[in-house]
């Protein structure tokens, strides 16, 4: 079994986007501006919100964070929204959810330019996903794939298993791994005999948020194996959505929780961001 170090290629991987910043900096005057709107006390967004803004600090990107009450109202976040849109300071833009049940998630995502959407969650970037031709890719998909890239794992021709089809994670991914010409199935509540269908997957992404569902007896001898889920146990540990000791027990890659797919998804962010800044330079 090998573990998939995502603390390491995100080091890696930022370092190279340190020197982009720097680059741009030079080359164009320009430093990359993120802009982050968190609405409420949401303890896990609350984290979330400062791991960005270190990470952002780290590379030198700007960032503006707004932390606004959870009684917010959808028009003054609209408002913010619509003034970050005309900033010419900011180049990206995130939205931390979970939102406030008061506030419309899909309007206000809708309401986000697709030009500064480095979530790649607003329908145009999702629609240029589907499509094949990306501009922003969901962050958390596109570590996924980094890892495996930075791994030499081959992609194509191989059986893929994607459990969960959020919109975040399960839907992004699995376009992203048919797009490498893996033969792809989404599982999901509904699936029935799930056990079968995760054996028969050489790689297998689980994005489904309850830890420990897939037991290490259900695993592929041999297959990789990308754990999203990050769960906190009743003694504060944290753990994945896979049972890591027994499916490390067969897996030939496996990601650890925490210290795999996390660390990747805040590098992806600050790499559309600086993407972002370089298609609004023309």
């Known amino acids: 079994m090998n573990l998939i ?68 109202s959808e028009e003054e976040i609209l408002r913010l929204i619509d003034y970050l849109n005309k900033n010419p300071e900011v180049n990206g833009i995130l939205v931390q959810l979970p939102l406030p049940g008061h506030v419309s998630t899909e309007k206000v995502l809708e309401s986000l330019s697709p030009d500064k959407d480095v979530d790649g969650f607003h329908p145009y970037n999702v629609g240029r996903l589907v499509a094949g031709n990306p501009s922003f890719i ?69 994005a489904v948020g309850r830890a420990r569902m897939v037991k290490g007896e259900w695993i592929r001898e041999g297959a990789v194996v990308i754990d999203v889920g990050v769960n906190r146990l009743e003694d504060g540990s944290l753990c994945g959505d896979v049972d890591f000791r027994e499916a490390s027990k067969r897996a030939s890659f496996i990601t650890p929780v925490p210290g795999g797919v996390g660390p990747m998804t805040i590098t992806m962010l600050l790499h559309n961001t600086i993407q972002a800044a370089r298609l609004q330079m023309g």
Not at 155 to 177: C, D, Y
Not at 182 to 199: G, K, N
């Open 5 to 72: 170090d995502g603390r390491a290629v995100a080091s890696r991987l930022r370092a190279r986007l340190k020197e982009e910043v720097k680059g741009l900096q030079a080359e164009k005057g320009i430093t990359p501006g993120l802009g982050v709107i968190l609405v409420g006390e949401d303890p896990a967004s609350k984290v979330y919100v400062g791991m960005k803004e270190k990470a952002c600090k780290e590379i030198g990107i700007r960032s503006y964070v707004y932390r606004l009450p959870q009684d917010t």
């Open 138 to 206: 969901p962050c958390t998909p596109l570590g996924i794939i980094k890892l495996l890239d930075e791994y030499g794992i081959p992609i194509e021709g191989k059986e893929a298993v994607v459990v969960g089809r959020s919109n975040i994670v399960g839907k992004p991914i699995s376009l992203l791994l048919l797009q490498r010409n893996a033969t792809v199935t989404i599982c999901h509540s509904r699936t029935r005999d799930l056990p079968a269908v995760i054996h028969r997957a050489q790689i297998l992404v689980v």
